[in-house]
């Protein structure tokens, strides 16, 4: 199988092209300085050559905060440029992997987010990635939308300053006796190559439609702060930030854990907790 990775060089696409590399498939690993997204020509004159089987899009304006400064920007990014890979894609007779995230919903839910509750996002970047969504639907039926949350990687995130929040922890730690960490946030971290993995295997069926794709399980933003010490044999002293030490300037979901139901209804998930994928992550065996 032929797969065109958008943005590879990214914390997920890295990983995403890895992934499908180790799975025997055929790769074309997709740099900003190969495509932009933002332009119909571009994408069409990056693709069409390679005709490639499946199109996973990996590209995003993830900084929350430059998406409140530049929303015609995210929304160029974020949203017209799904609706041109999804353009394309339909030209091609391709499949369009696109990654959304859990930032559409308002947080207000007290149980975990299905695939059928109804999006609300609170800031432009939500915004934008839900329209994201929608023209990516409306572009082509041969579509795979996936929803995640809490993303850290191997390879540094450029559009969040480099360090993922796993490596940010241990910086903090190693510069002062004390960090300090919120704890009215929950999330689920999920390593990118758990959810490469999960890609390789979605892409493989013709399940269209949305899907959420997190680690299993759920915990705060301290909580996770205090594994990764954990399992790191990491000593500081760990205290819960007060909501005045990080006020934030864009509002954001204070609960967006997802349930991957329709990937479990359909035998598709495969997803350990996001314990597992930490241990993972620092190569620390798992027991079963």
């Given at each position: 199988m032929k797969v065109a990775v958008v943005g590879a060089n990214g914390q997920l696409g890295s990983d995403v092209a890895r992934a499908?590399?180790?799975?025997?498939?055929?790769?074309?690993?997709?740099?900003?300085?190969?495509i932009e997204v933002t332009s119909f020509d571009s994408v069409m004159g990056?693709?069409?050559?390679?005709?490639?089987?499946?199109?996973?899009?990996?590209?995003?304006?993830?900084?929350?905060?430059?998406?409140?400064?530049?929303?015609?920007?995210?929304?160029?990014?974020?949203?017209l440029g799904p609706r041109i890979l999804g353009c394309v894609a339909k030209d091609l007779d391709a499949v369009l992997v696109h990654i959304s995230t859990d930032y559409v919903f308002d947080?207000?839910?007290?149980?975990?987010?299905?695939?059928a509750d109804t999006p609300r996002p609170l800031s432009v970047y939500g915004n934008?990635?839900?329209?994201?969504?929608?023209?990516v639907r409306c572009a082509t039926h041969k579509h795979f939308v996936l929803r995640t949350s809490g993303l850290y990687g191997k390879r540094p995130c450029r559009g969040k300053g480099g360090l993922n929040f796993v490596e940010l922890m241990l910086k903090l730690a190693r510069e002062r006796s004390e960090v300090r960490?919120?704890?009215?946030?929950v999330i689920t971290p999920t390593f990118t190559r758990d959810l490469a993995q999960q890609i390789v295997v979605l892409s493989q069926s013709n399940c269209y439609g949305i899907y959420n794709a997190t680690a299993e399980g759920s915990c705060s933003?301290?909580?996770?702060?205090?594994?990764?010490?954990a399992v790191t044999n990491t000593t500081v002293n760990l205290k819960v930030?007060?909501?005045?030490?990080f006020p934030s300037k864009v509002p954001r979901p204070v609960y967006?854990?997802?349930?991957?139901?329709?990937?479990?209804?359909?035998?598709?998930?495969?997803f350990e907790t996001w314990q597992h994928g930490l241990r993972d992550y620092f190569g620390i065996p798992n027991c079963e």
């Open positions: 499908f590399g180790n799975n025997g498939d055929e790769v074309y690993a997709l740099t900003h300085s190969d990056a693709l069409v050559g390679q005709r490639p089987d499946v199109i996973v899009n990996t590209a995003a304006l993830h900084h929350v905060e430059l998406c409140e400064q530049e929303p015609e920007k995210a929304f160029a990014i974020n949203a947080g207000n839910k007290a149980s975990p987010y299905e695939e934008t990635k839900l329209a994201g969504e929608y023209f960490v919120v704890e009215n946030e933003w301290h909580e996770f702060a205090r594994e990764i010490f930030a007060s909501a005045t030490d967006s854990v997802l349930e991957n139901r329709a990937l479990k209804l359909r035998g598709l998930n495969t």
